[in-house]
């Protein structure tokens, strides 16, 4: 078992930056892929971003690439997901998500999830 805790949210200005964290337990995290995916209120989740476990490979939906950089520490048991140039369009629930084998651009796919953290972006 895994056990996701995001943090790192919060209330920013339109142009503004965040890295929000993930913590995870359990020593098999350094060997699953892990995705961020965001929910906007009256929307449904989406796909931002996933790494695999050696954090060669990196994928990004096309609202966030150039913006946003997904990265993972596996001696701290940790990922992130550092947003720059947010815009109000970012604002939303972020969850982190991971999983064995190859990152997934389905949440349904990803066995251990956090309980998300809120991000807004003022105009």
């Known amino acids: 078992q895994v056990q996701l805790v995001e943090s790192g949210g919060g209330l920013v200005q339109a142009g503004g930056s965040l890295r929000l964290s993930c913590a995870a337990n359990g020593r098999t995290f350094s060997s699953y892929s892990m995705g961020w995916f965001r929910q906007a209120p009256g929307k449904e989740r989406e796909f931002v971003s996933s790494?695999?476990?050696?954090?060669?490979?990196?994928y990004y939906a096309d609202s966030v690439k150039g913006r946003f950089t997904i990265s993972r520490d596996n001696a701290k048991n940790t990922g992130y997901l550092q947003m720059n140039s947010l815009k109000p369009e970012d604002t939303a629930v972020y969850y982190c998500?991971?999983?064995?084998?190859?990152?997934?651009?389905?949440?349904?796919?990803?066995?251990?999830r956090g309980q998300g953290t809120q991000v807004t972006v003022s105009s």
């Open positions: 790494i695999n476990w050696n954090g060669y490979n990196t």
């Open positions: 998500t991971a999983r064995p084998g190859y990152p997934s651009s389905y949440y349904s796919d990803y066995d251990f």
